[in-house]
């Protein structure tokens, strides 16, 4: 176990990766600003990895003592705009890309509709886009030891909270019968997941042949749902489907009007002919707010928005699917230039071809020479035959603006629980868990209000199995090399016992109460889950602050 020398003074074990201040005091405590500073910059563990901004240093450093107070509302306020970008980024455009992408590989029928019109909101292609925020914060916090606990306290904690508080709720909104066979399957599936994640928790690492295993379960899984729909949709097609026995797809329902995702296609669709200027087009192009539904909103959705408009504008500048003929040929230049300039915080992109010619000016000059060519070659009124390529370029540069608010939504939280010395696996479980899941609750809970029910409660098991599968799998194999292959995973908190136990009998609960009750989910349901979630947390902030005692495995 990896100590520095400042946390092996500190009383709390658990918490052997976060740097802590000097034993009995506190920083508000404390009036010699450049004591703070030398220790945070001294010490190896306060170093960040990633990201653009050190908060550490911003704290310590840059505010004096007194005002730690606003340092700290400023960096909430921050956290919180983070997850609209999130939110933002993989709602309008990492998810449309994703839906343009499966349309030009012809993967409607069986992938990318099928993950809207099933019961498993987002099984596929669509359901990478619902978990992009939760795999990138994972993969993203696997990448340094120290923020481990992160990615599994957002993992387990986002799998109670959707298991329990969005599951009851939608049992409280509309109760139901639940399709039979599609939550038997997804439930199971998921306690193999958890009970996966448990034993490599308990060793205390992960391998190459445990990773593949994580992505290859996956894999099984989804093989299973579309083959269960295949047989499904032959024996209603030959009249043999039996009543009550729902499969995949077998809801009696059609998907809502306002589904969270656009349907495959739906917003790919080039513009109608026009004989406006290039200036013209691009100006309306970058203008992300529509000012008659502006006028017909309440004041609420405004406020909202006007957070919004910031992040779409600059988004608008790096990805849009529509042909827009000025500003795709911008995109030729902004995309790429994105690229280079998040990935690795911009190492990549300011490093100097021998020693003389930065990177970046290099992609600049041929992306420059490659957009005039097409503004060249092309016309404002019809798009290219390549324009498919655009959603390619778009999804790539979406999915590196999710990478780069999540690295720096890890940074920001790593940096709360040193100043409140917190672990991170408390902060995954509340902030980051609460922060991510907040986009399916409200999307759910919607589609359950609307008269899909069904639909919402097959979410809640389905898309957490991605974001545990793949956010765990992933995220350790991308942080193995040759030499090393494997990822050490020391659960020192007793807190994550508390996660693994509370998600486990949560799941068994469903998975006997939900066939005693006939799959007839109504309101007492929906009260026990809530109620046991509420259990749950009051317990795992008990043993954060040590008032309840657990012993480790």
């Not at 990766?17 to 506190?26: L, N, S």
């Not at 939110?87 to 499966?102: D, Q, R």
Request: contains cysteine; proline residues 7%; glycine residues 8%.
């Amino acid at each position: 176990r990896r100590k520095s020398q400042v946390t092996s003074t500190h009383p709390r074990k658990e918490h052997d990766h976060i740097p802590v201040i000097p034993a009995g005091a506190r920083p508000g405590q404390l009036h010699n600003s450049s004591e703070w500073c030398h220790f945070i910059r001294s010490n190896p563990d306060c170093h960040l990895d990633g990201g653009f901004l050190d908060y550490l240093d911003g704290v310590f450093c840059v505010f004096p003592p007194r005002l730690l107070p606003l340092a700290v509302t400023l960096y909430a306020l921050w956290l919180l705009y983070l997850f609209i970008i999130l939110g933002v980024t993989a709602e309008k455009f990492f998810c449309p890309n994703l839906s343009a992408i499966s349309t030009n590989l012809k993967l409607s029928h069986n992938v990318a509709v099928f993950s809207l019109t099933s019961p498993l909101h987002g099984v596929t292609f669509l359901a990478f886009g619902n978990g992009a925020p939760d795999v990138f914060s994972a993969v993203v916090a696997f990448s340094d030891p120290r923020t481990a606990g992160l990615a599994i306290g957002a993992i387990f904690g986002a799998g109670v909270f959707v298991t329990t508080v969005v599951a009851g709720g939608i049992a409280l909104v509309k109760p139901f019968t639940a399709a039979s066979r599609p939550f038997l399957r997804d439930v199971i599936f998921y306690m193999v997941a958890v009970f996966l994640t448990f034993v490599v928790l308990y060793l205390g690492r992960i391998r190459l042949g445990e990773a593949l295993g994580y992505l290859g379960l996956y894999v099984f899984y989804v093989l299973t749902v579309v083959l269960c729909t295949w047989i499904h949709r032959r024996h209603r097609r030959d009249g043999l489907a039996p009543p009550g026995g729902e499969l995949p797809g077998d809801t009696q329902e059609s998907p809502p009007r306002s589904a969270p995702w656009p349907l495959a296609g739906e917003e790919y669709r080039p513009l109608l002919p026009s004989r406006e200027s290039s200036l013209r087009i691009l100006a309306s192009a970058l203008s992300p707010l529509d000012y008659r539904k502006w006028r017909r909103k309440p004041w609420y959705w405004r406020l909202f928005k006007a957070f919004k408009v910031p992040v779409e504008l600059v988004l608008l500048l790096t990805d849009d699917l529509n042909w827009k003929r000025p500003l795709n040929c911008l995109h030729i230049l902004t995309s790429p230039l994105l690229c280079i300039l998040t990935l690795k915080s911009g190492t990549y992109g300011l490093y100097q071809i021998q020693g003389i010619f930065p990177v970046w000016a290099l992609v600049t000059l041929v992306a420059s020479a490659l957009a005039l060519i097409i503004f060249i070659t092309t016309s404002n009124e019809e798009p290219p035959k390549y324009h498919c390529v655009f959603a390619f370029l778009g999804f790539l540069a979406s999915a590196m603006w999710i990478n780069a608010a999540a690295t720096e939504l890890v940074n920001i939280l790593r940096t709360l629980g040193i100043i409140f010395q917190l672990s991170n696996t408390v902060l995954g479980l509340t902030l980051l868990a609460w922060g991510n899941s907040i986009g399916d609750t409200f999307s759910d809970l919607t589609m359950a209000r609307q008269g899909y029910p069904r639909m919402a409660f097959s979410a809640c098991f389905g898309g957490i199995i991605f974001n545990i599968l793949v956010g765990v799998g992933l995220g350790c194999l991308l942080q193995m090399t040759s030499s090393q292959p494997l990822v050490k995973l020391e659960p020192d908190s007793p807190l994550v016992w508390v996660l693994a136990g509370a998600l486990g009998l949560s799941l068994v609960f469903s998975l006997v109460t939900v066939p005693a009750q006939c799959f007839h989910l109504g309101q007492p349901y929906g009260i026990c889950l809530i109620a046991s979630y509420l259990l749950f947390l009051c317990v795992a902030l008990l043993t954060e602050f040590r008032v309840i005692h657990f012993p480790t495995p």
